[in-house]
């Protein structure tokens, strides 16, 4: 399935339209018209929870922590995705691929050992898969992710090995990212993406497995971002976090590496308990790495313990991270997806999420 | 039955299915040992008494008994069984069987009783020597003589041990040399053996062979001479 | 010692290796017999199997092993609304759309085209999941929606033989576009031409925006299939049907399966034929030993153990035979696999040279067969062996136990034809005319039955020969006071002939009745049809143009359309065209006709459409076409059809027109002015067509369409004579063994009367006589049999399998070339035999016991 890493490579320029221009006859295909993402545009809500089906990419990224009955700490991640593909915009047909929605469920269970995880993916339409405007409403299916009218986000995730039945309730104000939500990606100012963030989601709901359905509550985080272009071109991988601090604080961090492994744009934000909101720059991030895990699976290594220092208005401060559990690789190669790390991570006084992509070798896309 | 005397008919009555009488009310008593030869005319019913002594065929009325058991009452498979572990056949015809070695022919009435086949091949082995052709169990009946075939015959006969042996014509089929050195080899095995026989014969010769010659007519069994 | 154990081991092992020692080409022959029927049963059935299994994984790949499908009923598809209501439907876990079109390339070449959602056939269809070259999964990026990429299966990839890359016109539904063949389908089954593209650009560039073909379902894990495909079925619109991966190989499966059940059904004639030359292998066997038998009687061996002992023979030489069968039917198998097909030319599978599928449970089964048969073969001469007198046998010789004077009674046989004749006016059981090979079987059995009396009454009248040659008269009066010995050298004989007989009879008339069909079905100079008429068909006013081209001195424009009467019975082809009931005669080969009512529309139905929907001239019929639904309509005639095996109703085009409102045709049938070549009106009527639809358009003359239905025909019915010329051989190979134990057996009669002065020659002289008597007796009895039985499939087995009738013709030909083949191969085998026992020492003979 896709990663965010992957979703982003797709907005790379595609040599798919000659195929389309000759498929017609010798009549000029016509490709679709991205908008760009420019600073200064201002995000309305409930609108801009909605899709923006205009755009190439688009993404609603909820990753959190859940807490069993029996007080087992468990990971989840429910996440769909919305793209563009540059496809002839004259064929009337309603299976014309001009909207494919995917989605992907993953639970990091300590007892299992492993992410149990699987995916959705169909062309927009019919009913069965959808990315509505106006408001968060995504159908892909039997997965749903909406946003109620008391502004409850409701999910359903009916994987093979588990269910998630949750319903996030935001307890902060929405937190914009970059500058009031115009974040960039790289070091040209389109490398950019349009990102707003939801810390501090009160989960309650149920997670099922082996047709066992268990109470849960936890705390969860919302990552909406949607873009026409956004990686560099050297941009070989990508590592993100996001930590639900526990006095209230949220702290974003993300690099996109090159191929040596050296930050080609870093960035994030610390939104701490006083709301009190500090942006970083391409030199305000850094990530080091504590320790590697080498997957049994891929050979790939892994840096699951990392410091994530930040540069705060006071100074620099580090957070230690670590894993929930080392395995925590999703390997989707069986369903021709690719291979990545997207796990729960703790660290003094916070909780969240660590993705990790671009270690599995490179990706061909 | 050790007390029990190996042949004893009483009150034999036969009829052709066409009504003819062939004998009525016959008996005869044979004590191990004694050779009994049964003469008479082609017709009068010689080879019908031995089939009836051995249970192949059914008499009218009267009893046999072998060995203290009585026929009439028994099934045919009891009587097969009887026929099998008691009587031994000597045929005019020999009657060896082409495919099966010497050494098999003789063996064949223990094989039927279920002896081992080695048991069996051993004790036909001896026996083959008894008759004069040890060391060629081996042998095929198309490589024999029609005397040798005829001791073969003799060789199965006794092989098991049985309490009778029956024979029909045995040198029939014989020049008189030969038929003179199997009446010899006849009556020496059957004494050593301790069985009761009946021979039926035409041959006086054969009869002379005999402890006691009887002649059958349709009245029954009339002594003729002693031997 | 178990006193009641009825047979020694070491008895039975002496006898049998004896015996066999003795004659082992006489227990080869009985293996070979035995091994012969087994494995043409076996291999039949491997075909058979590999072949359905073959069209089952061609039909999962068309379906792409869906759980079940919605199919659409004709090519216009269905709307593509149904698509969410079935995905959404309770227990779907899935539905993947397609587009299904026949399509062609601009070279010439034929291929199934989907159009799928990548996305969906992944998870529904993956075999329809392309790949391109170098890439080792399904491609997950954008480059799957590549709109013009075709995806091909290696089939249509190698009939195309064009590289990855190139770009092709592809013409499907009257319109042509051009693709670039982007990779291939791995996984799709071999011998499937299939091609896939996007649906979206499947529905745009071939005029199908709205509409699907198909839909591909994967039901939730655990959902009750029958609430599903009942939920399904309330659903669906008149234009879709549900169909399940079994339930369409099941139709293939009735497709064949009476063509199976024939071929199998010949199979088993080989094995029933080895078993008669079992039978009279032991019959001869127990017959020559039954001294010895009586022997083994008088020194202590029990009925029982003589019935034992001769069944154990039977079932060594059944189980030897049978295992034997096994590896040759395998290996007969792939021969014929690799020869003619999974339907062994039966034109019923598309596929070439399927994989063979070994089934063990079958072979055993098959197996069984042969031993049942080695045993009842033997059961007659071993309850024979063991009800003998022991003390008759022991002085009789070999020969007819009875007395010559007393005729056979052949009532059990006239019992068994009767209930044979009987049989045959039963139904068909499970669709197949079961009772009617039950009928042949009784018919059979009771005909081989009375060979004793049979040979009796043909050979009486030449007692009355007066002064015959010696070896005649020798011949005769042994023939006639031995019948049952005859009979025993005949029976294998008489069921082969009868069988082959039966069914050349059979072959005969159907192909006199299908030339003559298409004699009369096809009375124009020229027919035109469009191949997969998908968009349509030619429009009223390019017909008005074609009817005025001067070539063409008349044309019926025709339209053919599939029709479901029954959901669970394949369409029937509904046909418009002009039918005029004053000529009617003259266009359709009628069976049978009845007056309608005044102003009703005369429906005219094919002979298996009226079979196997109970339809009479006279009565009224429903169809369901026309505004309203469903137009009644009225049954005016029935004619015989051989093209469309589940059946056809013709209505006149100006009907079809009013009902329907549709005015395309897709066929025309064209008489030509004189002097005109077929040619030249073909190049003119595609002048007048649009490019694409002239590109699907064929042409064909009468002459060619009747070589190529013959030939079809030819090529189905080769592996028939094939399987027949062998249990032809089986049978005669019976009669030679037959007889060369029967002479092996009368070595004595031959010393004997040598002894009294019959010359050397003349007993090989009576010998020939008997052979060639026996031999026309066999070919009389078995020509009698086979004509009676082929009646049996003509009007049972064919209607009730087939659902239609032809007319009896009789090879007299090949009658008259059996008739002498079997009296030659018979005396010929006699004299073989005899020779070498007469030039044997006939003193010695004399001399021996047995």
Redesign the interface.
């Known amino acids: 399935?896709?990663s965010r890493r992957q979703l982003l490579a797709?907005t790379a320029p595609?040599l798919?339209l000659p195929?389309?221009a000759?498929?017609q006859?010798g009549d000029a295909p016509v490709p679709p018209t991205y908008p760009q993402v420019r600073p200064g545009a201002r995000l309305s809500f409930p609108a801009d929870h909605g899709s923006h089906p205009e755009f190439r990419t688009e993404w609603w990224y909820v990753t959190g922590w859940l807490r069993a009955p029996d007080g087992a700490d468990l990971g989840f991640q429910v996440t769909f995705f919305r793209?563009r593909?540059?496809?002839?915009q004259r064929?009337?047909?309603?299976?014309?691929?001009k909207q494919?929605i995917f989605a992907h469920a993953a639970l990091s269970d300590p007892g299992a050992g492993r992410l149990l995880h699987d995916q959705r993916?169909?062309?927009a339409g019919?009913?069965?898969a959808e990315a509505r405007s106006g408001d968060a409403d995504l159908v892909l299916?039997d997965w749903s992710l909406r946003r109620d009218p008391e502004g409850l986000f409701r999910t359903h995730a009916g994987a093979q090995e588990f269910a998630l039945d949750l319903v996030l309730a935001p307890t902060q104000p929405i937190l914009l990212q970059g500058q009031s939500g115009y974040s960039r990606k790289g070091p040209a100012p389109e490398q950019a993406s349009y990102y707003y963030s939801l810390p501090h989601l009160k989960v309650s709901g149920a997670v099922t497995r082996a047709g066992r359905r268990v109470d849960v509550t936890g705390e969860a985080w919302l990552d909406r971002e949607w873009s026409s272009t956004l990686l560099d071109a050297r941009a070989v991988g990508w590592d993100w976090v996001g930590l639900n601090l526990d006095d209230g604080g949220a702290l974003t961090a993300f690099q996109v590496r090159d191929e040596s492994g050296q930050a080609v744009w870093t960035g994030g934000s610390l939104r701490d308990a006083a709301g009190r909101f500090t942006e970083f720059g391409p030199r305000d991030v850094r990530f080091t790495t504590r320790r590697l895990w080498r997957s049994p699976r891929t050979n790939a290594a892994y840096p699951v313990e990392r410091v994530v220092e930040v540069r705060l208005p006071g100074g620099m401060r580090a957070f230690s991270i670590r894993p929930l559990f080392d395995d925590q690789e999703l390997d989707s190669?069986a369903?021709?997806?690719p291979v990545y790390w997207e796990g729960a991570v703790r660290t003094d006084g916070g909780r969240g999420y660590l993705e990790l992509t671009g270690y599995a070798g490179a990706l061909t896309? | 039955m050790p007390d029990a005397l190996p042949l004893s008919l009483s009150g034999l009555t036969k009829s052709l299915p066409g009504g003819r009488v062939l004998f009525q009310d016959l008996s005869l008593q044979v004590r191990p040992g004694e050779i009994v030869a049964v003469m008479g005319e082609s017709g009068v019913g010689k080879s019908t008494l031995l089939n009836l002594i051995a249970g192949l065929d059914l008499a009218d009325s009267g009893r046999i008994e072998i060995s203290g058991q009585a026929l009439d009452s028994l099934s045919d498979d009891v009587r097969t069984a009887l026929r099998r572990d008691n009587i031994g056949f000597v045929f005019q015809a020999f009657h060896i069987l082409p495919h099966l070695t010497l050494a098999q022919n003789v063996a064949l009435p223990l094989v039927l009783a279920h002896a081992a086949q080695r048991e069996a091949l051993e004790r036909a082995d001896a026996m083959l020597a008894r008759v004069g052709l040890g060391g060629r169990g081996g042998d095929f009946p198309a490589q024999v003589s029609g005397g040798e075939l005829q001791r073969i015959a003799l060789a199965r006969a006794l092989v098991h041990r049985p309490a009778l042996l029956l024979a029909d014509e045995p040198t029939g089929n014989l020049d008189p040399q030969t038929a003179e050195r199997i009446l010899d080899l006849f009556s020496t095995q059957v004494r050593e053996s301790g069985a009761a026989a009946v021979m039926v014969t035409h041959s006086e010769r054969a009869a002379a062979a005999a402890d006691r010659i009887l002649t059958l007519t349709s009245e029954g069994l009339v002594a003729a001479h002693a031997a | 010692m178990p006193p009641d154990r009825a047979l020694s081991p070491t008895l039975l092992r002496w006898m049998m290796l004896g015996e066999w020692r003795a004659r082992p080409s006489r227990v080869v022959l009985a293996i070979m017999a035995i091994a012969i029927g087994v494995a043409l049963g076996l291999a039949v059935h491997i075909v058979n199997r590999s072949a359905l299994d073959e069209f089952a994984r061609a039909v999962r790949t068309v379906s792409g092993e869906s759980d079940l499908q919605i199919h659409a009923v004709s090519p216009a598809g269905f709307p593509e609304g149904l698509y969410p209501q079935v995905a959404r439907a309770q227990g779907v876990a899935m539905a993947s759309p397609v587009v299904e079109l026949a399509a062609r390339t601009d070279t010439g070449g034929q291929f199934t085209l989907l159009g799928v959602d990548v996305l969906r056939a992944a998870a529904v269809t993956p075999s329809l999941i392309g790949r391109r070259p170098g890439a080792d999964t399904f491609d997950s990026s954008e480059a799957v929606f590549q709109a013009d990429a075709l995806f091909l299966s290696q089939d249509a990839f190698q009939a195309l033989g064009r590289p990855v890359g190139a770009r092709v016109t592809v013409t499907a539904a009257g319109r042509s576009a051009e693709l670039q063949i982007a990779g291939t389908l791995p996984a799709a089954a071999s011998g499937q031409a299939l091609g896939v593209v996007d649906i979206a650009t499947a529905q745009w560039l071939f005029g199908q925006i709205g509409q699907l073909q198909r839909l591909d379902v994967r039901l939730q894990e655990g959902a009750d299939r029958a609430r599903v495909e009942n939920e399904l079925g309330r659903l669906l619109p008149r234009a879709a049907e549900l169909v399940t991966a079994e339930t369409e190989a099941r139709r293939s499966d009735n497709l064949s399966r009476a063509y199976r059940v024939n071929l199998e059904m010949l199979a088993m004639v080989a094995l029933l034929t080895g078993g008669f030359l079992v039978y009279s292998a032991q019959s001869l066997s127990v017959a020559r030993r039954r001294p010895q038998f009586a022997l083994l009687r008088v020194l202590g061996l029990k009925p029982r153990g003589m019935l034992r002992q001769v069944l154990i023979e039977g079932a060594v030489l059944g189980v030897t035979g049978a295992g034997l069968g096994i590896l040759l039917g395998v290996g007969l198998a792939a021969l014929a696999l690799n020869l003619f097909g999974g339907d062994l030319g039966g034109g019923y599978f598309a596929a070439d040279r399927p994989r063979l599928v070994f089934t063990p449970v079958a072979a055993v089964v098959i197996a069984s067969l042969g031993l049942i048969v080695a045993l009842a073969g033997s059961l007659l001469p071993a309850l024979e062996a063991s009800r003998a007198q022991a003390a008759v046998a022991l002085k009789a010789g070999a020969g007819d136990a009875g007395d010559p004077r007393r005729a056979p009674m052949p009532w059990i046989s006239v019992a068994l034809l009767g209930a044979g004749a009987l049989a045959a006016f039963g139904p068909p059981v499970g669709g197949l005319p079961l009772l009617g090979y039950l009928s042949i079987a009784l018919m059979l059995a009771g005909g081989v039955g009375a060979m004793p009396w049979l040979a009796r009454v043909l050979i009486r009248p030449l007692r009355r020969l007066r002064n015959p040659a010696p070896p005649v008269a020798l011949a005769v009066a042994r023939l006639w006071g031995a019948p049952r010995q005859a009979a025993i050298a005949l029976c294998g004989i008489v069921a082969s002939t009868s069988l082959m007989v039966a069914m050349a009879v059979m072959v005969t008339s159907f192909r006199g009745s299908v030339d003559e069909w298409l004699v009369q079905i096809l009375p124009s100079d020229v027919y035109m049809r469009i191949e997969d008429a998908t968009g349509g068909g030619i429009p009223p006013e390019v017909q008005a143009r074609i009817a005025a081209l001067p070539q063409l001195e008349a044309v019926d424009f025709r339209q053919e359309a599939p029709l479901r009467l029954a959901p669970d019975r394949p369409a029937v082809r509904l046909i418009a065209r002009e039918l005029d009931p004053a000529t009617i005669k003259e266009v359709l080969p009628l069976v049978a006709r009845a007056d309608i009512p005044v102003g009703a529309v005369a429906a005219w139905v094919s002979e298996p459409m009226a079979d196997i929907y109970r339809l009479k001239a006279g009565q009224r019929l429903t169809l369901p076409i026309g505004s309203g639904g469903t137009t009644q309509v009225w049954v005016a005639g029935i004619w015989r059809d051989y093209s469309n095996q589940f059946g056809a109703v013709a209505l006149d085009s100006d009907d079809y027109t009013r009902i329907t409102g549709d005015r395309l045709r897709s066929q025309a049938a064209m008489d030509l002015a004189s002097g005109v070549r077929p040619r030249a009106v073909a190049e003119a009527i595609r002048e007048l067509l649009p490019p694409a639809v002239a590109r699907q358009t064929d042409f064909a003359e009468p002459r060619n369409l009747r070589a190529v239905a013959l030939q079809i025909f030819d090529r189905s019915f080769a592996v028939t004579y094939a399987l027949e010329a062998i249990a032809i051989v089986v049978g005669l190979t019976g009669v030679a063994a037959t007889f060369s134990a029967q002479t092996l057996a009368r070595r004595k009669e031959f010393g004997m009367l040598r002894h009294v002065g019959v010359l050397r020659r003349q007993i090989v002289l009576m010998l020939a006589t008997e052979g060639a008597l026996l031999g026309l007796v066999g070919a009389v009895a078995g020509l009698a049999l086979g004509v009676a039985m082929s009646q049996v499939l003509i009007h049972v087995v064919n209607p009730q399998s087939f659902h239609w009738t032809m007319e009896t013709r009789l090879p007299w030909g090949l009658f008259t070339i059996l008739t002498l083949a079997l009296a030659v191969t018979s005396a010929g085998a006699a004299v073989l035999a005899g020779r070498g026992a007469v030039s044997s020492a006939a003193v010695q003979a004399v001399r021996e016991d047995w």
Request: charged share 15%.
């Open positions: 399935m896709f797709l595609s798919l195929g389309i000759a498929s006859r793209s593909p540059q496809v002839d064929n009337p047909s309603a299976f014309a691929p494919i993916i169909a062309r019919f009913g069965l299916d190669r369903s021709g997806g896309l």
